[in-house]
């Protein structure tokens, strides 16, 4: 429109088309929000969780059946009082519990079989057991069905039986780099030998180690691997002959330990207490007999028929009587001390659980004990169960130890399985799969680099050679047998090419045969026009400008 003209504007009504939809703004997300973050950690069956008021909650995940088959040992028999039936029940628990000969068989017939591919990639190194194991003290717990949405980290913690601990020891000390890398190579070992088919290496832990479960063929035992790791190795005597020395030890350890495995408080990584520190405060506890009771119980307890007395007893002490706020628990000296003194006081956590070490009396073993509250709170429940339960003098079944212990429906199906592949041959052919495969592997093993602690490699042969025709008679090299002995003969030359001049006496030992001469070349053979044209004045190269 020209400047000046006049124009007449219509106002527009409502308009029939629909509005347009305002997009909503689209936030990039960072490469921050972009991360996997770690899932939360499912509680598993039968995990005890404890309150804030510390006592002994159930958890998310429907209780596992347990059974009480050690009663079918005992009879209908009319008892004076009740720790007497106990007595016995414990007795049959421990009878039961013991590893029948089909599971030792199975058990040693794969710690050898693991021992040997350790030994395919560690060739000089040495493997041996401790803990329950090397005590004859493990529970035939059996394996676990993960389920797909457990975090693997969480694995201590879904595998809450007794473990095959295993430790290998080798002629050098590595660094922990050089530790970290050989755990890998042994990880990835095991899963190509068909020893397992999942393995976990925990190296981030104070003493790394590596965690599997064998094939259901080899029995589904739970192994753990660590590397020079001695202290459990060298504890295993100085505890059998604790073992030894007191006879209610066996029977109050194994009962006590199933007790924790039910709840899942038995394991030091998941802030449970070790098979090592129980056994500490067992071996405490029949030392100071803190509710004095007589020196026939504890000396004789089979005789004497003390061994349910014991087990409440310890279960009150440890749950109610122990100081835990200013003393710990001190097995060579057979006394309780004050945490003052050892500097171990925490403010933070006043009620920890301190047990000095029977090797190193500087080391804590109760530190990883974090669960003490829920510990106590179910030696508390556990004690006032016994204590609660309604007896009568007369010949009717009883079930005293029943009401807190049990076998699972996973154990009694595990020992089923061990008899198994005993009797039927899988044992045996598994481990023959395990050993061809590791004759089919050609690739010799490899050792890891020398740490700063091990000695250097031996530096390398350097072979002195000789005049022109070869290395100096008597030498190393000499004597060495040549490096194509092993190829067939080389064919005859053709008749029409010149025969090869034979070597004088002095040489024919030092060097091997050689091509034609330059002088049989002259003398004939077809190679005289060869030498006369290098003779002839070669013409010279044109310059360039």
């Not at 909503?24 to 770690?38: G, M, Q």
């Not at 958890?59 to 004076?80: C, I, M």
């Not at 080798?170 to 068909?194: C, G, I, W």
């Not at 100081?323 to 009620?351: F, H, I």
């Amino acid at each position: 429109m020209e400047p000046g003209t006049s124009s007449t504007v219509a106002m527009a009504g409502p308009s029939s088309l629909p509005e347009k939809p305002v997009a909503a703004e689209v936030t990039e997300k960072r490469p921050e929000d972009k991360k996997r973050r770690r899932p939360k950690r499912k509680r598993v069956a039968s995990e005890v969780a404890a309150t804030e008021a510390g006592e002994v909650g159930p958890s998310d995940a429907p209780v596992e059946t347990y059974n009480t088959p050690w009663l079918e040992k005992l009879g209908t028999t009319v008892y004076e009082s009740k720790e007497k039936r106990l007595h016995d029940e414990i007795v049959a628990f421990f009878e039961y519990m013991t590893p029948t000969a089909d599971e030792r068989h199975a058990r040693a017939m794969v710690i050898a079989q693991v021992a040997e591919v350790v030994k395919r990639r560690l060739p000089k190194a040495a493997v041996d057991t401790f803990g329950s194991v090397a005590q004859d003290l493990y529970l035939p717990d059996g394996y676990v069905l993960l389920p797909f949405d457990v975090p693997l980290g969480c694995l201590a913690e879904v595998f809450g039986g007794s473990d095959t601990d295993l430790v290998i020891s080798t002629p050098h000390t590595y660094d922990d780099e050089t530790k970290k890398r050989v755990l890998f190579q042994l990880s990835a070992l095991m899963r190509n030998s068909h020893v397992t088919d999942y393995v976990q290496v925990v190296h981030r832990a104070r003493v790394p180690v590596i965690s599997f479960t064998t094939s259901p063929d080899l029995g589904s035992l739970k192994i753990d691997i660590s590397l020079n790791a001695t202290d459990g190795l060298n504890a295993v005597p100085v505890l059998r002959g604790y073992f030894e020395r007191m006879p209610a030890l066996r029977y109050l350890v194994l009962a006590l330990k199933s007790l924790l495995t039910r709840h899942r408080l038995n394991s030091a990584s998941s802030s449970g207490l070790s098979s090592y520190g129980l056994i500490c405060l067992a071996i405490s506890f029949l030392q100071l007999n803190p509710l004095s009771r007589p020196a026939e119980y504890i000396e004789k307890p089979l005789e004497s028929a003390s061994l349910g007395v014991l087990l409440m007893d310890f279960l009150q002490y440890y749950a109610d009587v122990f100081p835990y706020e200013t003393s710990y628990v001190s097995v060579t000296q057979g006394k309780v001390l004050l945490k003052a003194d050892k500097g171990w006081t925490n403010e933070s956590r006043p009620e920890s659980l301190c047990i000095e070490c029977l090797l190193n009396p500087d080391n804590d073993v109760g530190r990883p004990t974090s669960k003490i509250r829920a510990i106590r709170a179910l030696f508390r429940e556990s004690h006032s169960t016994l204590e609660s339960y309604p007896f009568a003098p007369l010949p009717d079944p009883l079930n005293v130890l029943g009401t807190i212990l049990g076998v699972s429906e996973s154990t009694l199906e595990h020992r089923a399985l061990l008899k198994s592949i005993v009797n039927s041959g899988r044992l045996t052919q598994a481990l023959q799969d395990v050993q061809r495969s590791g004759h089919q592997s050609s690739a010799p093993g490899r050792r890891p680099p020398p740490s700063t602690a091990q000695q250097p490699y031996p530096p390398p042969r350097h072979y002195t050679r000789g005049p022109r025709y070869g290395p100096v008679a008597g030498s190393e090299r000499s004597q060495r047998p040549p490096a194509n002995h092993s190829l067939p003969a080389r064919p005859p030359m053709h008749p029409s090419l010149p025969a090869r001049p034979s070597l004088p006496a002095h040489q024919s030992s030092h060097r091997a045969p050689q091509g034609p001469s330059i002088g049989s070349m002259r003398g004939g053979g077809g190679g005289g026009r060869l030498i006369d044209r290098l003779d002839e004045p070669q013409p010279s190269r044109r310059r360039r400008t």
